[in-house]
């Protein structure tokens, strides 16, 4: 048994425990909550908080090596142009160690649990030995009618190849503007049959204008690379696509949602009681140097979860750089609920509440010190850091 304590515990699923002390069984299990006592022996102390494990929500393992080659602030469409030049830029093995730093570097700073995306199997052994639990999204996209066929399969194969490596995994779509109306059609199908979902939603301006309107920066990108078959617009903001017809019992995931309206939350939040906003706030800072409508998806009780994108569009995968670039934004927001994003709620998107999120007993949900905290405010500080107990 492990007595360890800190200035505070976070719980998430109850308050918060000034001097608390957390009683955890040799395989990591939650046995007891407890407050600090003179009598207390063999208690490792921490000066800081400590809180369950985080759960990085939306990730893209695979692009580790594209740290720092994509410039900032280009847009949705001029960061698709410069991703297409450079994926490809290391050879595989390049990539997978990579790769394989990374997995290592979100560990050793907390993270217990990833919603990853692939478009390969290249992470899957990583994956497999890896001390975090992955739930892989693997991801299909075209614009050309002519290959679904092949790209269906191919999506099937990398599925396929991560079930049998014993790894969570399970078909997605990309975006609503990344796929003609075929390929579209038969993703949506395959998710919904697997009954949860990851979907890039509402990163421009631009997406909700070609959808709307058939006009603006998408409608010039498709007729200058001469893209064959350009998505259907809807007439209504690019949402409307994915969720129009979508089964109600499908766990949902939306990412990103930078230009998401009230209008927009309030026809999603109808269409399926499912749904989980997730954040990813230093990659919209990164790419369109916007942030989501947080302050709106708070009023409206959003469930929001917490996630830090790919090394292509950040430059680094730490859930405490993602808080702080919300609280240095939104002052108002306790600590608690933050924590609570990238906790608690990343697990019920990803479906593993029942070992992550919480310090309840019986759970394993990994045990994660910050340090560097103003604990008079309960805010975090650009000398926060966390780790992994």
Same mark, same amino acid.
């Given at each position: 048994?492990?007595?360890?304590? @800190?200035?505070?515990?976070?719980?998430?699923?109850?308050?918060?425990?000034?001097?608390?002390?957390?009683?955890?069984?040799?395989?990591?299990?939650?046995?007891?909550?407890?407050?600090?006592?003179?009598?207390?022996?063999?208690?490792?102390?921490?000066?800081?908080?400590?809180?369950?494990?985080?759960?990085? %929500?939306?990730?893209?393992?695979?692009?580790?090596?594209?740290?720092?080659?994509?410039?900032?602030?280009?847009?949705?469409?001029?960061?698709?142009?410069?991703?297409?030049?450079?994926?490809?830029?290391?050879?595989?093995?390049?990539?997978?160690?990579?790769?394989?730093?990374?997995?290592?570097?979100?560990?050793?700073?907390?993270?217990?649990?990833?919603?990853?995306?692939?478009?390969?199997?290249?992470?899957?052994?990583? $994956?497999?030995?890896?001390?975090?639990?992955?739930?892989?999204?693997?991801?299909?996209?075209? *614009?050309?009618? @002519?290959?679904?066929?092949?790209?269906? $399969?191919?999506?099937?194969?990398?599925?396929?190849?991560?079930?049998?490596?014993?790894?969570?995994?399970?078909?997605?779509?990309?975006?609503?503007?990344?796929? *003609?109306?075929?390929?579209?059609?038969?993703?949506?199908?395959?998710?919904?049959?697997?009954?949860?979902?990851?979907?890039?939603?509402?990163?421009?301006?631009?997406?909700?204008?070609?959808? $709307?309107?058939?006009?603006?920066?998408?409608?010039?990108?498709?007729?200058?690379? $001469?893209?064959?078959?350009?998505?259907?617009?809807?007439?209504? !903001?690019?949402?409307?696509?994915?969720?129009?017809?979508?089964?109600?019992?499908?766990?949902?995931?939306?990412?990103?949602? !930078?230009?998401?309206?009230?209008?927009?939350?309030?026809? %999603?939040?109808? @269409?399926?009681?499912?749904? !989980?906003?997730?954040?990813?706030?230093?990659?919209?800072?990164?790419?369109?140097?916007?942030?989501?409508?947080?302050?709106?998806?708070?009023?409206?009780?959003?469930?929001? %979860?917490?996630?830090?994108?790919?090394?292509?569009?950040?430059?680094?995968?730490?859930?405490?750089?993602?808080?702080?670039?919300?609280?240095?934004?939104?002052?108002?927001?306790?600590?608690?609920?933050?924590?609570?994003?990238? !906790?608690?709620?990343?697990?019920? @998107?990803?479906?593993?509440?029942?070992?992550?999120?919480?310090?309840?007993?019986?759970?394993?949900?990994?045990?994660?010190?910050?340090?560097?905290?103003?604990?008079?405010?309960?805010?975090?500080?650009?000398?926060?850091?966390?780790?992994?107990?």
């Amino acid at each position: 048994m492990r007595k360890i304590s @800190a200035d505070y515990i976070f719980p998430i699923h109850a308050k918060p425990i000034k001097n608390g002390v957390i009683t955890v069984s040799g395989d990591g299990k939650i046995v007891a909550l407890s407050t600090r006592s003179e009598t207390d022996n063999d208690i490792e102390f921490y000066s800081g908080i400590i809180c369950p494990g985080f759960v990085n %929500a939306h990730c893209h393992l695979e692009l580790s090596h594209l740290k720092n080659l994509i410039p900032k602030h280009t847009g949705i469409i001029g960061f698709i142009k410069e991703i297409s030049k450079l994926r490809n830029i290391a050879d595989a093995q390049e990539q997978i160690q990579c790769a394989k730093f990374y997995d290592n570097q979100m560990y050793l700073q907390g993270i217990v649990a990833v919603g990853d995306i692939s478009n390969s199997n290249l992470t899957f052994e990583i $994956k497999k030995q890896s001390k975090i639990f992955y739930h892989t999204f693997v991801e299909a996209f075209s *614009c050309n009618e @002519a290959e679904t066929k092949d790209i269906l $399969k191919k999506n099937q194969d990398i599925v396929d190849s991560g079930k049998k490596l014993g790894i969570s995994v399970s078909p997605t779509l990309h975006a609503s503007y990344s796929m *003609c109306d075929g390929l579209f059609s038969a993703m949506k199908l395959r998710s919904e049959r697997s009954g949860i979902l990851s979907y890039h939603n509402q990163e421009t301006q631009d997406e909700n204008e070609y959808f $709307k309107k058939n006009s603006g920066k998408f409608s010039e990108f498709y007729d200058e690379f $001469k893209i064959p078959d350009k998505p259907s617009p809807v007439g209504k !903001t690019s949402i409307h696509r994915l969720l129009n017809s979508i089964g109600k019992n499908t766990k949902i995931m939306l990412v990103h949602n !930078t230009f998401t309206s009230e209008d927009d939350f309030d026809f %999603a939040e109808s @269409a399926n009681a499912n749904i !989980t906003w997730a954040l990813c706030p230093k990659s919209n800072l990164y790419i369109e140097n916007h942030l989501p409508p947080i302050e709106m998806f708070r009023r409206k009780k959003a469930r929001i %979860a917490t996630g830090t994108d790919s090394l292509s569009s950040n430059t680094g995968l730490s859930i405490i750089g993602e808080l702080l670039a919300v609280s240095k934004k939104f002052g108002n927001i306790e600590f608690n609920e933050l924590l609570t994003w990238a !906790t608690l709620n990343g697990a019920k @998107a990803l479906g593993i509440e029942a070992k992550y999120g919480t310090f309840e007993q019986g759970k394993t949900p990994g045990i994660v010190l910050i340090d560097n905290i103003d604990t008079e405010k309960m805010m975090l500080t650009e000398k926060s850091k966390s780790k992994i107990l």
